[in-house]
């Protein structure tokens, strides 16, 4: 299993990168995680943020590869447990799908990002920093395959 990280934004401060690179090293090789960041769209004094998200979502759909299950992160989307993410991996796992989870930008995701998701997943309703959603994942990621390894990294 292959899951590819795609989200809008780069130079991310070094915490940022410190903390999905811990959590992504933790993960074993047949459950690789990958980043790919998406450079932000143009965005200026009277421009409509809609231009640099529909210029976002055409980048990150370029980088969704073949036949990969998609799941956008969105607040509006269903909000999995910790125990529902292990499940949701598990069959990933099992039907050896490689999975791009995609992350807008600060105007939120391309509405044609959105309709091609396979799922909508929410983290949570709070609004996240892009940058911290990418260490969320990362560390929600990992936790997920220790308990489906019995691993005691989640006490939950």
Not at 27 to 32: A, E, N, T, V
Not at 93 to 111: F, I, K, Q, S
Not at 129 to 144: I, K
Request: with cysteine; glycine share 8%; proline share 6%.
């Amino acid at each position: 299993m292959r899951i590819k990280l795609i989200a809008v934004g780069e130079r991310m401060p070094a915490w940022v990168a410190q903390g999905f690179e811990e959590y992504a090293r933790r993960l074993p090789r047949d459950c690789r995680l990958e980043l790919c960041e998406i450079a932000a769209g143009r965005r200026g004094k009277g421009q409509a943020p809609g231009r640099a998200v529909a210029e976002e979502g055409r980048r990150m759909q370029a980088a969704v590869p073949e036949r990969a299950r998609v799941i956008a992160l969105d607040v509006a989307g269903q909000p999995w447990s910790t125990e529902e993410l292990a499940e949701q991996m598990a069959r990933w796992r099992r039907l050896g799908e490689t999975v791009a989870l995609l992350v807008g930008g600060p105007d939120g995701l391309d509405p044609a990002c959105l309709q091609r998701a396979d799922q909508h997943w929410s983290l949570s309703r709070l609004t996240l920093p892009h940058p911290l959603v990418r260490v969320v994942l990362a560390e929600q990621l990992y936790r997920a395959w220790s308990l489906l390894q019995g691993h005691p990294y989640h006490r939950a």
